[in-house]
């Protein structure tokens, strides 16, 4: 298993491993580690399959990205192997089509939705088209995001069948938001009241992990 809960004083969410260059490397979404900061955090506790807390031998060391706008944070566990690599998962967006199948992994709606085991909840999406988000381009996925799946991995079959390789397309950042308007119903004054709220429009933003395969090259080309 590559998918993992992570905690922090005041709130949890998503994070998986991903393998390059002979190392493991753990990321999530930016605005979980902003969230976590916020709260006071200064350590991230993951929570494996079998419920207990994964045990990392070295600190994790954050490992900046090449360029500002992704909603992506990357840490470095050193030399440290928490999961299994004869499970691989590409890094990597190749072969993708628009309209293929996709999943993400994570755990949602903490707190309120009491999954059984530990592993992870899964939902599946298809590949709707990209956009431009904080002047990044990121793919847009049509299918039902919820709090919780934040930081999680989007993956997909090469192929789409059995015995294709298992690539991860990007990271989970968040749902597109859609207004709509508020009306009166069974009143003495009925229609709409001119105000709207905000609704979850069944469209989800994902990072590509590109970005993070670009700041894990960089971190190790400087040395570390």
Avoid at 105 to 130: C, D, E, F, K, N
Avoid at 176 to 197: C, D, F, K, Y
């Amino acid at each position: 298993m590559r998918t993992f809960k992570v905690g922090f004083t005041g709130g949890s969410a998503s994070c998986f491993v991903v393998t390059h260059r002979d190392r493991q490397w753990l990321i999530t979404a930016k605005h979980v580690v902003d969230a976590a900061v916020k709260n006071g955090s200064d350590t991230l506790e993951l929570t494996g399959e079998n419920g207990v807390s994964v045990e990392l031998k070295a600190p994790m060391e954050f490992v900046p990205l090449v360029e500002d706008g992704p909603d992506i944070a990357v840490f470095s566990i050193g030399d440290h192997r928490i999961v299994r690599d004869d499970l691989p998962l590409v890094p990597s967006a190749d072969s993708l089509m628009l309209s293929q199948e996709v999943f993400f992994l994570g755990y949602p709606m903490p707190g309120t939705l009491p999954l059984s085991g530990r592993l992870p909840a899964v939902r599946r999406g298809i590949v709707l088209q990209r956009a431009v988000f904080n002047g990044v381009v990121a793919w847009i996925i049509d299918g039902h995001n919820l709090p919780g799946f934040s930081g999680g991995p989007l993956v997909f079959a090469s192929h789409g069948g059995v015995g294709s390789n298992w690539h991860v397309l990007g990271v989970v950042s968040a749902y597109v938001q859609h207004r709509i308007a508020v009306e009166i119903a069974g009143g003495a004054v009925q229609g709409s009241t001119g105000l709207t709220v905000p609704t979850n429009a069944g469209l989800v933003v994902v990072y590509d992990i590109k970005h993070a395969i670009a700041a894990i090259d960089a971190f190790i080309d400087a040395g570390n």
